[in-house]
T-cell receptor, first 111, second 115 residues
Framework: TQLLEQSPQFLSIQEGENLTVYCNSSSVFSSLQWYRQEPGEGPVLLVTVVTGGEVKKLKRLTFQFGDARKDSSLHITAAQPGDTGLYLCAGTSNSGYALNFGKGTSLLVTP | GAVVSQHPSRVICKSGTSVKIECRSLDFQATTMFWYRQFPKQSLMLMATSNEGSKATYEQGVEKDKFLINHASLTLSTLTVTSAHPEDSSFYIC???????????FGQGTRLTVV
């Protein structure tokens, strides 16, 4: 099983602040996905990155895939209370389709 | 995006009984579905990969006789927790791969409580 390390595990910030969540692995992934999960619900896909060095933007969220396809970051600008949730990165290995998840980053944005 | 529906969303059962959870892909065919388990404040742990028309592939440490998986059609996979015990109480989530096999979409999860 390829391991994905996420940091930080918990993050509590005030509305308007910026933050970055990291996802790192010693393994190469053919693609990496970011999900957001709210309590009692399934994860919702935010973005998929495939190409090393790729940067994708989704409104105030910026996702980056490392050049070597072993790591990724999620940057949120001007966080809002609606951004609160569990952010999960997941990687698809070259040999299979099953997703391996990081432990997640629990984000709390207070007004 | 593709829609995956899980049923039931919540279930309470007595110890020793069996519970079946359904995972359906509503607007696409899914040859591969996955079952995950999630404990409070923790990430998703892959339990098994469900392949249509063949036996499921279980992750190490997951009892195949306890967690029975059936993927009888391209749009339905079921997970049956047999002889449930309180320690089986958890949030169970399924996901299904789209035809391109690069993105997985998740069901809304099933909260199982064994009393």
């Amino acid at each position: 099983t390829q391991l994905l390390e996420q940091s930080p595990q918990f993050l509590s910030i005030q509305e308007g602040e910026n933050l970055t969540v990291y996802c790192n692995s010693s393994s190469v992934f053919s693609s990496l996905q970011w999900y957001r999960q709210e309590p009692g619900e399934g994860p919702v896909l935010l973005v998929t990155v495939v190409t090393g060095g790729e940067v994708k933007k989704l409104k105030r969220l910026t996702f980056q895939f490392g050049d070597a396809r072993k790591d990724s970051s999620l940057h949120i600008t001007a966080a809002q209370p609606g951004d609160t949730g569990l952010y999960l990165c997941a990687g698809t290995s070259n040999s299979g389709y099953a997703l391996n998840f990081g432990k997640g980053t629990s984000l709390l944005v207070t007004p | 995006g593709a829609v995956v529906s899980q049923h039931p969303s919540r279930v309470i059962c007595k110890s020793g009984t069996s519970v079946k959870i359904e995972c359906r892909s509503l607007d696409f065919q899914a040859t591969t579905m996955f079952w995950y388990r999630q404990f409070p404040k923790q990430s998703l742990m892959l339990m098994a990969t469900s392949n249509e028309g063949s036996k499921a592939t279980y992750e190490q440490g997951v009892e195949k006789d306890k967690f029975l998986i059936n993927h009888a059609s391209l749009t339905l996979s079921t997970l049956t927790v047999t002889s449930a015990h309180p320690e089986d109480s958890s949030f169970y989530i399924c996901s299904a791969l789209t035809g391109e096999n690069t993105e997985a979409f998740f069901g809304q999860g099933t909260r199982l409580t064994v009393v």
